[in-house]
């Protein structure tokens, strides 16, 4: 067999370090081994393992780089042919150069390693957030797993999840800070067939070379987890691509993750399958990913801003919005077609050929968008009703809670210590304490002492923190809303009440000159026990003593934010940022 090399994993990772940022962007006093059956087969067992933990962040970069090259169906025990690449690429986020890619592989006796690490800069309302991350896999020679290694950076101290694959099944140890907390755990093996990456490569390199129009694939992506996921590329055309100086026989494809829901890329790859070109893009926001020498790729970083063009602009002012106490909004999605029976379907994917441009009208081979509903949740104090595909109503009331979901009341998620929720973490624990002998023996009290505790505590209302664990703020007392919900989650934990985030949009008169508007936030839900009946209950630390949360928090989703639930659920409003309305239909005070 000869020898060929693929690319590494697609660009996954970028855009939702975005929206980690993004969806939580505004505190309210901050500021005005697989794919389905053997090679070539039907896609009969192209279920993927859903008991399985994925990483906290899925992974755009690594899908763009590489693990695009999923494949149908195990390798045999036989030597993988791949050969190892040492490539470069620069990231542009809304046509600003924001930061670069660096994939790696490496053969040395017995195994193949394929790394990925990631530089992201952004600015948000002038400060400037480095994101980096750095993943490994490392497999036989035949393509058997061996280990995944994730390092990210968000903040000030790394977060490291080692995964270890054994015939039992999967072994992760979750380390925060050079010597901070280790948090291992053990999962049953993954069920069906998967390629790892350098056999993903492989795969569809001889797939291209066979003249495939379509190849499906089941891999691992590097930053988002053990788990595969289905990859899948449809070659739009073959032609001819520009590329360090050359001109080299190319495909375009278009290119979708059974992780990445709604969104659209398009990829230049060469003969082999490496990327030259991807364009991603989720909602407004598009990142493209250039294949360029080292020097390149890390000189003349120029991060774009972008809280402003993220806020969502509502019909009218509200009056005295941290006084509201019932609302009625609809929300809806700005610029979708209603085409496939009724239902929006994908902007078609953007062009690799020039950024910043879609070509040709939306083909009906796109994905189908979810419904507008579907990405709104209803809570103890909201209700959502459905008015077509592309708007949806909300009804809150904070002072008419309904009960929590039977499920919620002994899930063991919602008190599980995590690498953000760290309520194990000492001086969290030592936090908590502190508040808990000022409260009274409800939980109700606790909670809202907790909250106002943690108000007081991060003196340091800060965008420049990209996004702190609850350990973190506990030691730097700084951060914005993310950094207030993951701390008052920890404490809450830690008191043994139930708790999890929100994401969502919140209204504020001005956010720089953009007045009236809805920007994207972050709070806390703990599950409190009021006259015999548990209730979710809205806790939102960055305001002031006082409402602990009012009629104007429009949730959007909500997040254990675990180990094992990863903040990759967020990806879900991706496709939402720029691309929201509000109108706000009525707004009440007091009772």
Request: overall charge neutral.
């Amino acid at each position: 067999m000869r020898r060929v090399a693929g690319g590494l994993p697609h660009g996954f990772t970028a855009v939702c370090w975005i929206l980690s940022l993004l969806t939580m962007s505004i505190a309210v006093e901050c500021g005005p081994v697989s794919a389905s059956g053997a090679l070539g087969s039907t896609s009969s067992d192209l279920s993927e393992n859903s008991a399985h933990p994925d990483h906290r962040l899925g992974n755009v970069l690594l899908e763009s780089l590489g693990s695009r090259e999923a494949v149908f169906s195990r390798m045999p025990q036989a030597s993988v042919p791949s050969i190892d690449f040492d490539r470069w690429y620069t990231l542009e986020l809304q046509g600003s150069h924001a930061g670069w890619a660096h994939a790696v592989q490496t053969t040395t006796a017995g195994s193949v390693s394929t790394k990925l690490t990631q530089h992201l800069q952004i600015r948000r309302a002038g400060q400037t957030v480095m994101l980096e991350s750095e993943s490994e896999f490392v497999e036989s020679a035949g393509g058997q797993p061996v280990s995944l290694t994730i390092v990210e950076s968000l903040a000030a101290q790394p977060t490291t999840t080692a995964y270890l694959y054994t015939e039992q099944g999967i072994s992760r140890i979750v380390t925060q800070g050079t010597n901070g907390t280790r948090r291992s755990s053990t999962y049953p093996p993954i069920k069906g067939t998967w390629l790892t990456p350098a056999a993903a490569s492989v795969f569809v390199a001889q797939r291209l070379a066979a003249g495939a129009t379509e190849i499906a694939v089941r891999t691992v992506e590097l930053g988002a987890g053990p788990d595969p996921v289905l990859i899948t590329r449809k070659v739009i055309e073959k032609t001819q691509a520009q590329s360090l100086g050359k001109a080299l026989p190319a495909y375009k494809v278009a290119v979708s993750s059974s992780r990445q829901g709604a969104a659209t890329s398009t990829e230049l790859i060469d003969e082999r399958g490496a990327i030259i070109r991807s364009v991603i893009r989720m909602g407004q926001l598009q990142l493209t990913m250039t294949l360029t020498t080292a020097a390149d790729a890390q000189s003349r970083i120029d991060p774009p801003e972008l809280l402003g063009t993220m806020l969502v602009k509502a019909n009218r002012a509200i009056a005295q919005p941290r006084q509201a106490t019932k609302a009625t909004y609809i929300l809806k999605r700005r610029g979708a077609s209603s085409t496939n029976d009724g239902r929006p379907t994908s902007p078609p994917p953007p062009s690799p050929d020039s950024p910043g441009t879609t070509p040709t009208p939306a083909r009906p081979d796109l994905p189908v968008e979810p419904s507008l509903a579907s990405r709104v949740c209803t809570t103890s104090i909201q209700a959502i009703q459905e008015i077509d595909e592309n708007s949806v109503r909300v009804i809150i009331s904070t002072n008419n809670p309904s009960p929590a979901p039977e499920a919620d009341l002994n899930d063991p998620q919602y008190l599980r210590s995590s690498a953000y929720i760290g309520s194990d973490d000492a001086e969290v624990q030592r936090l908590a304490r502190q508040v808990a002998p000022r409260a009274a023996d409800n939980q109700a009290t606790k909670a809202e002492s907790v909250r106002r505790f943690v108000y007081d505590y991060i003196v340091q209302k800060d965008l420049g923190v990209g996004f702190a664990t609850a350990a973190e703020v506990a030691q730097a007392k700084s951060g914005d809303c993310t950094e207030h919900a993951v701390l008052v989650a920890a404490m809450l934990r830690s008191l043994k009440i139930p708790s999890r985030v929100v994401s969502g949009l919140v209204y504020v008169d001005a956010v720089g000159m953009d007045k009236h508007v809805f920007a994207y936030h972050m709070w806390t839900q703990g599950l409190i026990e009021r006259n015999g009946v548990s209730h979710w209950v809205d806790l939102d630390a960055t305001l002031p003593p006082g409402r602990a949360c009012d009629a104007t928090h429009i949730a959007l989703l909500t997040s254990p934010l675990n180990d094992d639930q990863p903040q990759e659920s967020l990806v879900k409003l991706v496709p939402l940022l720029g691309g929201l309305s509000v109108e706000v239909v009525s707004v009440g005070l007091g009772r």
